[in-house]
């Protein structure tokens, strides 16, 4: 558990040295990673120590991925709710163990089509890609 810490507050001090504000505003697009090790109060608690705020929402879904997300009613309300600041977009976790072939075919595409959705809500929300921890003994 304290690597998974450690990565996770190394990506939200990479994520909170962009915010120039004092409020931001992030939907998290995901699963039960970002879900269950509660990832948004977390940075929400990260960014109040630094005396931000940041103010979030989120569609986590258990064992998500980017093509149900593309296909989600919910992940398209939640994405037109408002105009976000950041949408981070964490991936199913087994995807970095299949081959290049088929993140291909099976990641890219409907992840492309989540960023083309959010800058068409607002062309100024930043995508930001979540790339979780691996898995202790990879894809068994």
Known sequence: MN?????IISVILSISTVFSQHTKEVLFIGNSYTYA???PDLLKQIALSFGDTL???SSTPGGATFNVHSTSAQTFSKINQQ???YVVLQAHSQEPSFSSSQVANDTYPYAQQLVSLIAANDSCTEPIFF???GRKYGDQ
């Not at 690597?3 to 990565?7: E, P, S």
């Open 131 to 133: 790339m979780t921890w």
């Open 37 to 39: 090790n509660n990832l």
């Open 83 to 85: 105009q976000w600041d």
């Open 3 to 7: 690597k998974i810490l450690v990565l």
């Open 55 to 57: 103010l979030h929402d």
